[in-house]
């Protein structure tokens, strides 16, 4: 009875957690307008991903734009092509990285991107369900750095009525393991880091990650 008790206390606080994170994710879009900052850094996925933070950079968000993730057989000009950017500014101001295939290495990627040109701080723009994981990964890979959560609303998962169909339920319960699974990771990660001082973390003036 015991051990049946202890399971199905832990089932409620998944499912507890699983509400707690759904919610989350339906409160942080819209964003605010993020600062002005030193770059702005897109996680590949949907092309209004990538539109949005190319407006960033026409608008002087952020001085360069790293597309991180993108497939190895799209070229510079068909990307330009179908996102519409500017071409003095898509020339001048956006690096593509073509090294990462999952969000642990979009965190690498950028990670390795703001070294290279002394960034402090940065906009991150990704899909709403996805950043949550996301602001995770790149806080593990970017102690220090300041980062700003520029989510964009997704039509893949509807995080107001997720629940509703089945492919939603699925996405958002893979995304919150996901979630979880990271969160354990980097809990650990960090006892064996060195702790430079806090990272900033906010969701354009919202709250994003601890």
Request: glycine residues 6%.
């Amino acid at each position: 009875m015991r051990r049946l008790a202890l399971l199905l206390i832990v089932i409620l606080v998944w499912f507890v957690g699983l509400l707690a994170f759904a919610r989350r994710v339906d409160t942080i879009t819209p964003a605010a307008e993020p600062p002005v900052s030193d770059a702005v850094a897109v996680l590949t996925g949907t092309n209004d991903r990538i539109k949005a933070a190319v407006r960033l950079l026409e608008e002087g968000k952020g001085k360069r734009l790293l597309v991180s993730g993108v497939n190895r057989e799209v070229t510079r000009q068909e990307l330009m092509e179908r996102i519409g950017v500017w071409k003095p500014i898509y020339q001048c101001c956006v690096d593509l990285g073509f090294e990462a295939y999952d969000t642990k290495g979009n965190a690498q990627e950028i990670a390795a991107w703001a070294r290279k040109h002394g960034y402090t701080q940065i906009i991150v723009v990704t899909a709403d369900y996805h950043m949550p994981r996301s602001m995770l990964e790149l806080k593990g890979q970017t102690p220090g750095l300041r980062l700003i959560a520029y989510p964009i609303k997704s039509e893949a998962v509807e995080a107001s009525h997720w629940w509703r169909d089945k492919i939603q339920i699925q996405r958002m319960t893979i995304e919150y393991c996901k979630y979880l699974a990271v969160l354990v990771q980097e809990s650990v990660m960090s006892l064996f880091r060195e702790k430079p001082d806090a990272p900033i973390e906010k969701t354009a003036g919202k709250e994003i990650a601890k």
